[in-house]
């Protein structure tokens, strides 16, 4: 009764799961494939004729390695700048008593409810102000303002008993020592999650490298996507599969690597009260 | 205890600096632009102070597209929120094996980008020559036309965004059900409280924090993500059917350049989120179970 | 635990200074010595689509001139993409020396951005060639880029036709003429038989985010998009067109109604027999197609002439100072040399807009010879007038107006007549 049941269940799941893996086999399946055998048998997850001439033709036409190490870039130098401020942020939030801390966490938190629509236009001309516009500076720049670090570190740091900073103060502990040696550790699991969150999201940011980027040695990933897509001369399917697969390998292989620590981490940190 | 405020303010202050130029003071220029009729080259900003906020209340397609963003809300709260609080609830507590494989394989899909994921889904899902519309014909069925569907179209769009954003928000809302002693929940099977009841009952009330979040950014950043798909399958159409509040500020800003009458848009979508939030707030602070 | 988010962190500052360094290589060298003037091209040519030749053209142009160093940058998005960069480009006070503007956006782009009329670039700085224009181009072609009041604004550069693709196994099978319809009442009767005879979609007309296809399917009946300024679409003609269109959509169910990248998709793997859009979908079709495919000319109604809108765009110059006009004339005329634009055909699909191209042995003689789609487009010429562009500001929003009277109409939200008419009126209400 109770193996049926269960039985019952993984059949269930193993379907959802299915729906959501077959794209990415899919994916890699056609960047494989020539053009004409992806249109006339998309269905196939074996090529008849395997060929690597997609990747061998963005390779020739792209500064690939070039393109991956601006993507790492953007990504490390966006994950730890705010991880590290939205630390210190929160911090103050949990254990500083000052005027007008409420409203300004009101404010700061507020804006996650901003479109990026909105604040599109104005940082456009500051970029260029700044003369950042073609420069991986400018895509990493107006990514920084993001309060949801601020609001997931804050959140898992009111966990932690005020009892254990008051015992640091008395011992006449610094504020950034307590940061780094007490707090930090005690909420490991919520920190490393909320920068792999930053990782992932910036290493896929789309929109606003668009509108910044110009040259191909500054592309990221995502961008040199965009050069195989072309809505009048039609998309060559095949390619941009190969492209696709190339914008997610390092990610996957990342993920796949060190998928325990990463799910143990996401799972032991949740969103505490 | 009372911390010294000058250095508070040290600790806030790198976060603040960049929030002030790249969030704060865009903000207020696009407040500023909404009184204005301009399309960002044009050396004269025609001041219409109301105007663009008149003309956004009269014009039938704002209320178009806000019933859009509604349904948009409505389905990704049923795929993002509440399906995968279901699955993190049946992999905690109800099945037995695979637990870690499962968390595993629904994390993955997470990690990569949507461009990537509304080209794939854009082949997967053609109704005529798809492997979907390959499949349905051998049982006889004819998949509609979505793309070009009322309704469905948004229902479709939902869907790619859900292949990307089910995997983070389920691990989550996973790790948020851990804090769940298994002794309470053993205890209700023991005392044969059905499955649904347990989740209702005792779960959710004590998860609820995290439910919460994942609550708002399925609402906030969801409607965000809708944008990506929007963009790269239907712009919009048919006929304005699969635009959200973000697309047609999009839309407006960068394909008309009416500059003045998007800030206009913009601005308004940013109260209603706002005052989401301000509701949410409330609720938070009074339903909600903590665990200290 | 420690070890594992150590490994993490080095493995990925490892990386990046590995990948950072095979990048630095490939890098190009930065060019030394001299008084160079730097300009920037700007087009929307994917890899997919040109790409490659751009960047070919290019390199071939800096290394002929040693004063003049161009720098081409593709805006994604196509012509609305570099559209939307140029104004953000503008706002900050700078501007590239030459770029590609499509059709569409013709008027508003000569009302809102400052630009050096070619003649003019002629005048000043190729006292020697002072024809150039007139000898090279053919009025009609050159007519193309003139605005609604008159002025010159560039050349026309990317040159692209509708026309109709087939495939012949699938005509075949339904027993007509594998050399496709000459009209459009014939086509009507094509699609018509493929859906009864073979149960496959008859025909597929193009519906990106444009309505090209469309005016031409309207004016080749004797409609008119606009007339002296105002928009006059919606003439009996005009609706007896989109009539049968929207009845082999809505009523025999022998067309499809579906986005641009799945209908090219079901001509492609044998599901559509007939596919109208543009030449520039050639080289997609041919690698794509396992069956026997043509292209065939676009079709006109019965007694009537076809009138194709040219698709693609032109190049304007909106260089600033002298230097950078002067280099960007030199450039524009390098692109503009019989040897450029046949590889620019080659590579993109477009037909010529110049002279003299078509029959040269530098030109392309023996590429048309092999290349028998593209007569499809290349006889067209004589039917090509300009694509519609509604004038004044809000002219890109009567485009956006003519799209969602699209969509309404092939959904079966309203009827041709009505959809048409009311549309007509929006917009008209809208340009006064």
Redesign the interface.
């Known amino acids: 009764m109770r193996i049926d049941r269960e039985a019952q269940w993984h059949i269930l799941l193993g379907g959802a799961l299915l729906l959501s893996l077959l794209p990415i086999a899919f994916a890699i399946a056609n960047s494989f494939k020539e053009l004409s055998e992806a249109y006339n048998n998309v269905f196939s997850l074996i090529p008849e004729h395997p060929t690597i001439g997609n990747y061998l033709l963005v390779f020739s036409r792209l500064p690939l390695g070039q393109i991956t190490a601006n993507t790492f870039m953007v990504a490390l130098a966006a994950t730890v700048f705010k991880t590290v401020t939205s630390a210190l942020a929160a911090y103050a939030f949990v254990y500083f008593d000052f005027r007008g801390k409420n409203v300004l966490y009101f404010i700061l938190i507020s804006t996650i409810f901003i479109p990026f629509t909105v604040t599109m236009i104005p940082n456009y001309l500051t970029i260029s102000q700044l003369g950042f516009r073609n420069n991986i500076i400018g895509v990493i720049l107006p990514q920084l303002s993001d309060a949801t670090g601020i609001f997931l570190i804050r959140q898992a740091m009111r966990t932690i008993p005020r009892s254990l900073i008051e015992a640091a103060r008395i011992e006449q502990a610094g504020h950034l020592k307590i940061l780094a040696s007490i707090v930090l550790p005690l909420i490991r699991p919520a920190v490393v999650s909320t920068g792999i969150m930053f990782f992932i999201n910036s290493w896929n940011e789309y929109v606003w490298p668009v509108l910044i980027l110009k040259d191909k040695v500054n592309y990221t990933l995502p961008l040199a996507l965009q050069l195989f897509i072309s809505s009048e001369g039609g998309t060559d399917f095949t390619i941009a599969m190969a492209v696709s697969v190339i914008t997610m390998i390092i990610p996957l292989v990342l993920y796949l690597i060190f998928q325990r620590y990463i799910i143990s981490t996401f799972t032991s940190s949740g969103v505490k009260g | 205890m009372s911390g010294n405020a000058l250095l508070a303010y040290g600790f806030i202050l790198p976060s603040l600096l960049v929030f002030a130029v790249f969030m704060f003071y865009p903000l207020l220029y696009t407040v500023y632009l909404s009184f204005f009729e301009w399309n960002m080259i044009k050396p004269v900003k025609a001041f219409v102070g109301w105007g663009n906020y008149i003309a956004l209340l009269q014009d039938p397609l704002t209320y178009v597209v806000l019933k859009n963003t509604f349904a948009y809300i409505v389905i990704l709260l049923l795929l993002n929120c509440a399906a995968p609080y279901i699955l993190a609830f049946i992999l905690s507590f109800v099945i037995r094996r695979g637990r870690d494989f499962y968390k595993s394989a629904f994390f993955l899909p997470s990690v990569i980008s949507l461009v990537v994921g509304s080209i794939l889904y854009l082949w997967i899902l053609n109704p005529i020559s798809g492997p979907v519309a390959i499949i349905a014909k051998f049982f006889g069925i004819t998949i509609p036309v979505w793309s070009k569907t009322q309704g469905l179209v948004i229902g479709v769009l939902s869907i790619i965004t859900t292949w990307k954003v089910f995997g983070y928000n389920f691990i989550v809302l996973f790790g948020g059900i851990t804090g769940v002693p298994q002794e309470v929940i053993e205890a209700a099977k023991i005392d044969n409280v059905p499955l649904h009841r347990i989740f209702l009952d005792i779960v959710l009330p004590m998860s609820s924090a995290t439910g919460v979040y994942i609550f708002i950014m399925t609402i906030v950043q969801g409607l965000q993500y809708v944008f990506t798909p929007i963009k790269v399958v239907t712009q919009g159409g048919p006929d304005n059917a699969s635009s959200n509040a973000i697309y047609n500020v999009y839309q407006e800003g960068f394909t008309l350049y009416h500059t003045g009458y998007a800030s206009a848009f913009a601005i308004v979508t940013m109260v209603l989120f706002v005052v989401l939030l301000l509701a949410e707030f409330k609720y938070v602070e009074k339903g909600i179970y903590y665990e200290n | 635990?420690k070890n594992?988010?150590l490994?993490?962190v080095s493995?990925?500052?490892l990386?990046?200074l590995l990948?950072?360094g095979?990048?630095?290589q490939?890098?190009p060298a930065n060019p030394a010595g001299g008084q160079k003037t730097k300009i920037e091209y700007w087009h929307?040519?994917?890899?997919?689509?040109?790409?490659?030749t751009i960047e070919e053209l290019v390199k071939q142009f800096n290394a002929q001139n040693s004063d003049v160093e161009v720098?081409a940058?593709?805006n994604?998005?196509?012509y609305?993409?570099l559209m939307?960069?140029l104004?953000?480009e503008?706002?900050?006070g700078?501007s590239p020396a030459v770029v590609q503007i499509g059709w569409a956006f013709l008027d508003?782009f000569s009302n809102?951005?400052t630009y050096v009329e070619p003649q003019k670039l002629v005048d000043s700085f190729d006292q020697g060639d002072k024809t150039f224009l007139q000898d090279k181009f053919l009025p009609n072609v050159l007519g193309l880029a003139k605005n609604s009041k008159g002025s010159q604004v560039g050349i026309p550069y990317s040159l692209?036709t509708p026309v109709l693709y087939i495939n012949r196994d699938l005509l075949r099978q339904a027993g007509l003429a594998e050399n496709g319809p000459k009209t459009w009442e014939e086509l009507v009767v094509f699609a018509n038989t493929v859906k009864e005879k073979t149960g496959k979609?008859g025909l597929y007309i193009q519906e990106?985010?444009d309505y090209w296809a469309q005016q031409a399917l309207l004016e080749s009946n004797g409609a008119r998009m606009m007339t002296n300024g105002k928009a006059s679409f919606a003439s009996e003609e005009g609706i007896k067109a989109f009539e049968a269109y929207a009845d082999m959509v809505l009523k025999t169910k022998s067309a499809?109604?579906?986005?641009?990248?799945?209908g090219?998709?079901?001509f492609?793997?044998?599901?559509?027999a007939m596919l109208y859009t543009?030449i520039?979908?050639r080289?997609?079709?041919q690698?794509?197609?396992?069956f026997d495919v043509a292209a065939i000319s676009s079709p006109a109604w019965q007694g009537k002439q076809p009138r194709l809108p040219a698709?693609g765009c032109f190049l304007a110059v909106t260089a600033k100072s002298e230097a950078e006009q002067k280099a960007a004339w030199k450039f524009v005329k390098f692109l503009y040399s019989i040897e450029s634009m046949a590889a620019w055909t080659k590579g993109?699909?477009y037909v010529p807009p110049r002279k003299d191209v078509a029959d040269a042995e530098n030109g392309l003689k023996s590429f048309l010879a092999e290349n028998k789609m593209m007569a499809a487009a290349t006889s067209q010429m004589a039917g090509v007038v300009p694509w519609t562009s509604f004038p004044g500001?809000a002219g890109?929003?009567a485009e956006?107006m003519l799209?969602?009277?699209r969509?309404?109409i092939?959904?079966g939200?309203i009827s041709a007549r009505e959809g048409l008419v009311q549309t007509q009126t929006k917009i008209n209400e809208l340009l006064k």
């Not at chain 3, 929307?44 to 490659?52: D, F, I, S």
């Not at chain 3, 492609?268 to 559509?272: E, L, S, T």
Request: glycine letters at 12%; one cysteine or more; charged letters at 15%.
């Open positions: 635990m594992v988010f490994k993490l493995v990925g500052v990386s990046t990948l950072a095979c990048g630095q490939s890098s929307v040519n994917a890899e997919t689509l040109g790409g490659k720098v940058r593709y994604p998005d196509m609305k993409g939307q960069n104004q953000a503008v706002a900050t700078k508003y809102n951005f692209s979609y990106p985010a499809l109604h579906i986005s641009w990248g799945e090219v998709q079901s492609v793997d044998g599901n559509v543009t520039a979908q080289a997609n079709v690698k794509g197609a396992k698709g993109t699909g500001d890109l929003q956006q799209l969602d009277s969509d309404r092939l959904s939200g």
